[in-house]
């Protein structure tokens, strides 16, 4: 198939989801077109069949607001025509589901049918879309796209809660890529931030509100009282200036190392204990997915998605949101005896080849033929 993907080529979870997902349909044969303001950052490697087309945009002073989506609507209607799109695939519903729209529309005006499919991530119908200045637009743009997918049952739930929705929405969970996401021999780097053999604990997010990283230094807080340990904090956002003050307060700065953002997560995972996801709301929580796929466990919320990854007992723990108590509690009974430790990681790993890419991805595949029949069957 020939197959364009529109996504935030940032770090955030739907753009590693949709430039993942490319990355895997190349290696199946698949000729994949990203259509994004600027290369994804997971996109680290050549494919013949992998294209990446960039969004120029031509500025005006008259512009106090730079009219992105008509510059995205233009070159998804050019890379449809010259390229031959199958199937357009569009991941984060704002503004995407609505540009796509458009380009479906104006292609139709040059007699090219194109199928596209939404994917819904979690705060573009969780946080963002609901909201008054954008809900019609997201409710008329998923109600037109030929197919509609969620990341997991969770978020279907919400999206038929907070929107008018007529449309099927088909659950496709996240997934990860087990040659890459796995426990690697990094026992230098270890040494070098636990020189004691303390635990290691890690968080990573983009620092918004809804991560709640404040409740992630509450509890390692708590934790290191009892089992000696440091923090890594990976990634970096509004928050970040805010997290650093209170580690200052609570005069933690010397067991605190805020790593920034990093391509090469997997290494720094490889190194972790623990995971810890406190975040208010969270469709999926792919990166607690990266995290178990190296083998950490994870102390998470059991707000949206969480349920349906992390295992009771099993891979991790979960708690109210903001019992930051119980997650602490929780924290040190997994890190206190190597053996408890030993057998979480094991299992967070079993639960993490459930989500393996090469389990999720013939979904997709699936989905999309099923799409295109179905689209088509309805112009004939
Ligand atoms: O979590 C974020 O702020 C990033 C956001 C995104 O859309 O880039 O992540 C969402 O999509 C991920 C991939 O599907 C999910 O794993 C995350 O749980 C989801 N985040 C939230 O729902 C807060």
Redesign the pocket.
């Known amino acids: 198939m020939r197959i364009g993907i529109v996504c ?1 080529p ?1 770090f ?6 949709a430039t993942e997902l490319g990355k895997s349909l190349a290696e199946k044969g698949h000729r994949i077109h990203f259509i994004t303001y600027s290369q994804p950052v997971r996109l680290d490697y050549f494919s013949e069949n992998i294209s990446y087309h960039e969004v120029s945009i031509a500025k005006y002073p008259l512009f106090d607001y730079i009219p992105y989506e008509t510059a995205l609507t233009s070159k998804l209607v050019d890379v449809a025509r010259f390229e031959g799109l199958d199937i357009l695939h569009v991941h ?1 519903a704002i503004p995407h589901a609505s540009v796509a729209y458009m380009a479906k529309q104006i292609l139709a005006s040059h007699g090219i049918h194109l199928p596209v499919v939404t994917t819904l ?4 119908i ?2 963002v879309g609901k909201d008054s200045s954008y809900e019609p637009v997201v409710t008329f743009a998923i109600n037109q796209s030929d197919g509609v997918t969620a ?1 997991s049952d969770s ?1 279907r739930r919400d999206t038929y809660e907070n929107f008018k929705i007529s449309k099927e929405i088909e659950v496709i969970h ?1 997934f990860i890529d087990l040659r890459r996401f796995s426990k690697k021999a990094k026992d230098h780097f270890r040494k070098a931030i636990a020189p004691n053999g303390e635990r290691l604990v890690v968080h990573t ?2 620092f ?1 509100k ?2 709640r990283v404040q409740d992630v230094v509450h509890v390692f807080n708590k934790l290191k009282d009892k089992v000696p340990s440091k923090l890594l904090l990976i990634g970096d956002g509004p928050e970040r200036h805010n997290i650093e003050q209170l580690c200052r307060e609570l005069n933690l700065w010397d067991d605190i190392r805020f790593l920034g953002k990093q391509e090469m997560i997997e290494e720094v995972l490889s190194i972790g204990d623990l995971f810890i996801m406190p ?1 208010e ?7 607690a997915l990266e995290a178990m796929a190296c083998q950490v466990p994870v102390i998470s919320s059991n707000s ?2 969480m349920p349906e990854l992390n295992v009771q007992g099993v891979t991790g723990y979960m708690s109210n949101v903001g019992d930051v108590d119980d997650m602490a509690k929780n924290a040190v009974s997994i890190l206190e005896s190597d053996e408890v430790l030993k057998k979480f990681k094991a299992q967070a790993l079993v639960r993490a080849k459930e989500f393996d890419i090469e389990v999720i991805r013939p979904r997709y595949e699936k989905y999309y033929e099923k799409v295109i029949e179905h689209s088509l069957s309805l112009t004939r």
């Open positions: 935030y940032t955030g979870g739907s753009g590693v989801v984060y991530h979690g705060t573009d969780t946080l990341v978020l996240n997010s983009n918004r809804v991560k975040s709301t969270e469709s999926f929580g792919l990166a949206g998605g």
